[in-house]
């Protein structure tokens, strides 16, 4: 941590915030300049108070210099982590973060168990490694469709007997955490849930990997420490994932921040996939934002597809229909290699 | 709402909108323009399923004209509405929205009996109406200190008893909820909480008048659709709270929206106060973004006091101190007056 | 500065850092910390070859802590500047970020003698001290009105003869920039502009004084240099103003951003204005956010005035009719007061 | 266009707007709906004068349904522009828009004669089609490198003859224009530009293909608009090019809106190329953005090489060396044929 000091500062206030320093147990290092003076601080092993310094007479501010989350770091977990979903009631064990990249598809909410095996049947048909779809859905309105809860749950759990495929779902509160965690193979937490930290803390003990969705205005720190929330509490099976934040663009619903994918990287152990259908909200996105995931590095997407997207209760104009879909694996079969991955 | 049509749609295509919105019993009005035809649909008393129409062959897009908020609405109910906090356990009656605007002052964080106590008569001297602080802290990191919990609130509950002023707490989470219902005259609810959906549905059942801030990327429909969460479970005490969104600009935390205020008054019957302490981060912007929130029209603000800024656990950089908060309060009394209002 | 390594950097790659800036002739400080070193440079008069540092190995980032710009700087001018604007063909001679602040009103673009002469006599009644009014006017499309050019000068400075008000008008560019700095009492550089390096070192030799407009995406930095500019080639006489920022948020045209008039008056010794006509787009936030601007501590606002806004060429949705801009003068008379202010 | 009116809308007042509508030569479609009337209006062949149709009584908004672009529009041309660039002096004559796709490389500032030289054979060797190098640099600093002008630009010309590559390089005003469109094979406008309309119209007249980069916070809109204003002037050879756009994110320099090109490919025939460099700042995220980029549909990208970073004087950090640009390289080849295209 850095401490920069006012142009103006005395020589009494660099020595007074020296001190207090001192005083937390730390070494002080400071460094006269031209025209200003800071100073270096080490020997924390936890965090240091921050506000106490920026309150000191004469300190311009303070600067941090090492990242305050650790067990999402790959400072201190060198290798790459490979989450395992699924393995159990018949669908497949599918590694997320390994050599293959990995495509959840589905519905954006399931409506019928008719509507969800169609869709099922065609994306791992059309080679799919999980099956997505909502059975609780975050609203903005509490006057919109919010899903068919625990029966949209059962619908689920048959399509996973029949075809094989795990399922993600989202949990969108406490309540919905522990039904969503028994029946599902893995949970998902919404954009708008990534600081709700009751929820977090949740996921961290409910035994399921966990699929954590980036905020619309989060920094990648603050998706960091959100992991991290999840992760204290023993559950270390995440996936992040990146879906589009909100930026004064207009031509699509949100803007899909690709580069998050090489920073993750280089910064965390922990995988990250893309969702280019809410990330750009468009049908005619949908396609081009996936096939730039891979190519970015992602280990895998997450793609909305409906048989008959112009009935879709929710969400239908991003959804892409599964003849859309099966040339979207095809073209993604040919680009995953290109990054040393197999799909 | 509004379809507007592709250049080149056929007049088949125009056709079978117009169809396809007969079948839903709503009215179709074609309008062929010299590039392109749109076509307005009149006659829904609900909402209309959107994209249904936007799956449609030759739909450029879907327009909505009439806003999808209710009980918030100005249209609604006209009259502004005042929400009336304390009235309890010592506490004074305090109006929100009426002539009188209102200053909510405290801590950050409640960390002893005696800095609670300390502030809590500072503020209350100095002419505010409300006594704020933190026993349950959202934090974005696992690590930090996360307030006090039913401790801070048993100290809040003294400082009531002690000054008269009503107590505003935030819950951060549905348990945390519980017992700040309990304990609070008014009951905050966190930016980052703001589309917690199952705590703004428990809050609607609370019990107790609601603050409610707006997300860090929330447009102002959503933070109205927030709102009427709450109170489509029957509270209709909501007062809501701009703190500041997150954009490129760097000088302050976060970028304080002040044009939201007369947009509120413009759309919206509930009151709405700003947060300049958050909204900054700054304790040397608290004092001018105050005044201006006064002079643009808010019902009120609501500012972090510390009698030792340098020792507080969370937030010091942007408490101003009692004596600041009383120079700030000499200004506001004589701005007030200039918008009708009195402090 | 300070060059913060990589968590595993090798004690060579420190050496190797430090070696690097005593070959640039300035002293390195080595601190190493707990899980990395950082690195303090002193002794820099100019800057600091940054890139050659980011890219030695081991090299994690390289913070800047001294602000680059000099001539805007508070450091290097403690006092206050203020800039004196007419006292030329009739005009009073008004100072800009005095004890009285400033109102600049008219309208958005000149349109005809008698619309601009019918407003400038109504805003000269009300109080403004300064008329603005667009002779070239900067548009997003080539098909768009772009104003009347010399003639509008024209009628400017007939409109001044008459009232006595000095005229602030536009320069789009290094040819209407000499027709202006010709005609007009003080050259307006837009938002669009802010970083159009040909015009600001134009204007750095006009010898008028300039009124430079922030950018709709500029950091306050940025902001500094653009003022850096124009200061370097010896026109000292320049006026910031902050007219909305761009961001997500719908409500208005642009998100009015006032933090930034304490945060100039901070770090500069230049006055700040604010238009709240751009700043919000909505006729109805401009009376609201005025006041606001007052209260903020900003040295003046500029208001766009018509007396037939339904008939404006140019941007009639914000335009404030005269009877508002009057009761509007009469609540900023009120609220000067407050922040040891006249108008 | 259509006008929204307020819910609490007289009679009368719709009846005043449509005929002011009918007086501009317009038909009026009035749609009364449950809770407020729209009109629609067609027959316009130009601009509808909107603001006066805002300043009506009982107006809510106006809402502009077909787009202000013309000449850029992919309805009024709906075949792809390929834009040729070289074939003179010496350099290859390259098409940008067809079927192969283009990869402009090179330094970002021609800092010498050899540096330029050793680069430009290098990218030359991996595949790249143009030569980039900025002569002259627009810098947010007046105090930074301006770069080497005039003498730049005789470097790239040398550059030409040498490797046969034609060149594309910067004119930051209309006084660089000149030397940079008699010299240079296609003419840049950098994003601080995008809305300096003296320069686009001027670069409408130099008889060079321009490419055209997108402003921090331009919608996608008024990159049409700007290029509207080259095209406007005669010069139809326009390519974009998107390098990032502003927002809160800072694990970047800028973010990386790829989705804007299939939405430049919807609306527009021009072609659009990417700039993972300048989009990113960091070179470790250039290589995984230039393959997204090609993934998603763009026409090209332009990647700054520097085989000595560490020495640049400008922009190091984003560079990458001719070993990692031949990687890149050999990974587009590999891409491209997914997309239907070459390299």
């Known amino acids: 941590m850095l401490v920069v000091m006012e142009a103006g500062a005395t020589r009494e206030a660099v020595e007074s915030v020296c001190s207090e320093i001192r005083r937390m147990g730390l070494t002080a290092h400071a460094m006269p300049g031209a ?19 920026e309150s000191l007479p004469g300190v311009l501010e303070v600067i941090q210099v090492t990242q305050p989350w650790k067990l999402a770091s790959r400072e201190v977990h060198p290798d790459p982590t490979v989450v395992w979903v699924g393995g159990e009631r018949g669908a497949a064990r599918v590694p997320i973060g390994g050599a293959r990249v990995v495509v959840m598809a589905g519905p954006c909410a399931v409506e019928t168990a008719e509507q969800t095996l169609t869709i099922a049947r065609a994306v791992r048909e059309a080679g799919a490694a999980l099956l997505r779809g909502g059975a609780f859905k975050p609203r903005t309105s509490p006057y919109s469709f919010q899903g068919l809860g625990a029966e949209g749950l059962a619908i689920l759990s048959r399509a996973r007997s029949e075809t094989g495929l795990p399922i993600v ?51 990648l720190e603050e998706l960091f420490m959100a992991a991290e929330y999840v992760m204290s509490e023993g559950n270390y099976q995440v996936v992040l994932c990146e879906r589009g934040v909100r930026t004064f663009a207009d031509h699509t619903r949100n803007t899909l921040d690709l580069s998050v994918v090489p920073a993750v990287k280089r910064l965390s152990h922990l995988p990250i996939i893309v969702d280019p259908s809410h990330g750009t909200g468009r049908r005619n996105k949908v396609a081009p934002l996936s096939r730039a995931a891979l190519a970015v590095g992602a280990d895998g997407i997450m793609v909305e597809v409906h048989h008959a997207p112009e009935t879709a209760l929710s969400d239908g104009p991003q959804a892409i229909v599964p003849g859309e879909f099966a040339a979207l694996m095809a073209q993604l079969r040919r680009i995953a290699p290109v990054v040393d991955r197999e799909l």
């Open 35 to 53: 025209t200003r003076t800071a100073i270096g601080i080490t020997g924390n092993t936890g965090p240091v108070p921050r506000a106490r310094l």
């Open 169 to 219: 779902t989202e949990a969108v509160d406490t309540e919905s955490l522990k039904l969503v965690a028994e029946q599902a193979d893995m949970v998902q937490l919404g954009a708008r849930n990534m600081q709700n930290f009751q929820l977090l803390r949740a996921a961290g003990r409910c035994g399921k990997p966990i699929l954590l969705k980036r905020g619309l205005a989060a920094t």
